[in-house]
């Protein structure tokens, strides 16, 4: 009886609470309810932590070059097109960098702004395949806590972004994650590519810098709205979720260059052997 008095305020708290919802993305692919995604994020949980792994432990690896290399230099165009519709929405044709509030009417602009979030939005979709093919070419030493986390949580808690909020200063992080994934994608993209491009790709250690920006610029950008006087956000609460993300992200990623980088845990044998001289000094 408990339980079904307890379901019965859930159901009425969700009732009240989706009210509030933005009535323009209702009926967008993957918007009615969180319902759908979550079952895809667990059954992605699920796959690339139990099922698939033990589905390939008896099986070769597969040989995935040419469909990475496609994928991956696709995901460099989205990118690309994603950062520029969030910059001609948005955050090069007018809002401030400081209090950008969401604009809900159905203007062009306020329309392009809401579209692309959900662009945004799907294409953390798109990029659970970067674990599938982790799995599938027996790589699992790569599917970390910290990928698996960061894979999972984004698509999620963006559902509810676009659900109430797309659009105004709680969007900064997205255009600045684009700019990060047009790198990122151009280094996998090149590595797919074989032993040929390997030469190009001595920065490699530059793209775990390159995300340790991106959490420090995401997290410096929300924390002024605390400071702010005034700023009529409607949805605060995106703002602090948006903030501690960037701030653990930040954590994690440090931790992540201190084990791969200071410690020469992910280095080639000769820096290692190098790192090994220089600790000796």
């Known amino acids: 009886m408990a339980f079904k008095e307890l379901t019965s305020q859930a159901v009425i708290l969700y009732d009240g609470w989706i009210k509030d919802a ?7 692919l993957l918007m009615s309810s969180p319902l759908p995604q979550t079952v895809i994020i667990g059954a992605y949980i699920y796959f690339v932590t139990s099922l698939g792994p033990k589905l390939m432990e008896n099986r070769k690896p597969f040989d995935l070059k040419e469909i990475m290399a496609f994928y991956n230099l696709s995901m460099v165009v989205f990118s690309f097109y ?7 929405s948005g955050w090069a044709t007018g809002y401030s960098f400081r209090c950008d509030i969401v604009d809900y009417s ?8 809401a579209w692309t979030c ?5 294409s953390k979709f798109i990029e659970l395949l970067d674990t599938i093919f982790f799995v599938l070419r027996k790589k699992n030493s790569q599917i970390t806590f910290l990928h698996v986390y960061h894979h999972s949580i984004m698509p999620w808690t963006w559902w509810f972004g676009v659900k109430f909020a797309a659009g105004g200063l709680g969007t ?7 700019i990060v994934h047009i790198i990122m994608y151009t280094y996998y993209g090149l590595s797919a ?22 959490f420090v610029m995401i997290t410096i950008h929300i924390a002024q709205f605390f400071f702010m006087e005034n700023c009529q956000y ?8 948006i903030w501690a993300y960037g701030f653990v992200f930040l954590i994690l990623f440090l ?6 980088y200071t410690k020469g845990h992910r280095l080639p044998k000769n820096s290692k052997s190098k790192l090994s001289e220089n600790k000796g000094h």
């Open 22 to 28: 933005d009535p323009r993305v209702e009926d967008w």
């Open 82 to 88: 994603m950062c520029y519709e969030f910059l001609m």
């Open 106 to 113: 159905r203007s062009p602009q306020a329309m392009r702004m």
């Open 118 to 122: 959900w662009l945004y939005y799907f």
């Open 172 to 178: 900064f992080h997205a255009l600045i994650n684009c």
């Open 193 to 214: 590519l074989g032993p040929a491009y390997q030469k190009y790709l001595w920065w490699k250690k530059y793209l775990t810098t390159v995300q340790l920006i991106q």
């Open 234 to 241: 409607q949805f605060p609460v995106f703002l602090y979720v």
């Open 255 to 260: 931790n992540f260059w201190y084990h791969a």
